[in-house]
């Protein structure tokens, strides 16, 4: 018995040691494998739809053909004017990277509905205070009309128009996604109470945590003393080290005249399992979703919110100090030698391609 308890002990560290190894690095050459998902049929969007959405079909609405053809017909300059006016505060309020739409004013509180590359938000703001709630649900099941004819906050619900849609991507194609309507025609309502709901008061609502695998009970999921609001990398605790010094050299690159620090709800999300990456000390607000689907949240399965990555290393076989790295985006990936001199990484662009 006492040998079979060492030969588990055994093989939990070994196994822990080998995540790092395989988590990480490149062991051997993948080719990427490119599966095609099929979208959800509106049954099915309707059977998974989140508990707290409520759907209504409508006689009378806008498609979602003729919402977006207007909207995107519809970039006269006035119009863009005129948008900017309507949207002034939420813009001086929300440093973030928000578009607008469905305005409501209701005494001196101002309602918008924000959308943002994470997803849907409602965005409040109240005695100058701005907040936005996560709606949780995917642009990859549902498409909010432009143009909202009625009040989006009344009786105590938030309630928008739109359709059920479908995206099929076409891989290695960005921008030509294919963006369609399944089902038009719906009236959506959440109610307040349920989407405001900020269960540990850290400032992000529970459904915004649960999206992103924060924890919707604890004001500091990663336990680092930092509150998930303020941490730039809230999912995990920050570490200096050699590889975890790498990934943050190979970050995107922002503009200098934005200051991250207020922008609470703008997030770079990268899909990696790598202990080292997870470990970076980052200038933007970060989260990680796991390479594994299974691991992931239901909204992160269901929607793509990545649009940078970093690869896993590969090993140089004859320098133990030199490793092989890339960087990529929507329509580039750069290829990097990374070499540890003296404390430091040196970085060589060796090679990539623009899409
Ligand atoms: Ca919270
Ligand atoms: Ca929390
Ligand atoms: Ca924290």
Redesign the pocket.
């Known amino acids: 018995m006492r040998i079979l308890y060492f030969i588990a002990f055994a093989l939990v560290v070994s196994c822990s040691k080998n995540n790092i190894e395989e988590h990480c690095f490149i062991t051997k050459e993948e080719k990427p494998v490119y599966v095609e998902k099929k979208p959800y049929t509106v049954k099915e969007i309707l059977e998974k739809k989140p508990e707290y959405l409520q759907i209504i079909d409508l006689k009378e609405y806008r498609s979602f053909k003729k919402d977006s053809l207007e909207f995107r017909d519809g970039f006269s300059e006035e119009k863009v004017k005129a948008n900017k006016e309507k949207y002034k505060l939420f813009n001086e309020k929300f440093p973030d990277y928000f578009s607008y739409s469905g305005y409501y004013r209701d005494g001196t509180i101002l309602y918008a509905l924000g959308s943002s590359e994470l997803g849907f938000w409602l965005l409040k703001i109240e005695n100058d205070k701005p907040s936005a709630y996560f709606l949780g649900l995917s642009f990859s099941h549902y498409y909010i009309n432009d143009i909202q004819e009625k009040p989006i906050i009344k009786d105590g619900y938030l309630q928008f128009e739109g359709s059920l849609v479908k995206i099929i991507k076409v891989p290695g194609l960005p921008g030509y996604d294919d963006y369609s309507a399944i089902e038009d025609g719906k009236l959506f309502k959440i109610k307040l109470d349920d989407l405001m709901k ?9 459904i915004f ?1 649960e999206a992103f695998a924060l924890n ?1 009970d604890n004001k500091d999921t990663d336990g680092d003393g930092i509150n ?1 609001f303020e941490d730039m990398n809230p999912l995990f605790k920050s570490e200096k080290n050699k590889f975890s010094e790498l990934y943050t050299l190979l970050l995107p690159s922002y503009a200098e005249d934005i200051d991250f620090k207020k922008s609470h709800y703008t997030f770079e999300v990268f899909k990696s399992d790598c202990d080292y990456f997870h470990q970076i000390s980052p200038e933007m607000r970060v989260l990680f979703i796991s390479k594994d689907d299974k691991k992931r949240t239901y909204y992160t399965r269901i929607t793509d919110v990545t649009r940078n990555g970093v690869s896993n290393m590969k090993r140089d076989p004859n320098n133990a100090n030199r490793f092989y790295i890339s960087k990529s985006g929507s329509s580039y990936q750069n290829d990097y030698a990374a070499e540890y001199k003296e404390g430091k990484w040196v970085l060589e662009m060796i090679g990539g391609i623009v899409i």
Not at 198 to 206: A, H, I, L, R, V
Request: net charge negative; hydrophobic share 0%.
């Open positions: 900020d269960s540990d008061q850290d400032g992000y609502n529970d945590e919707p998930d």
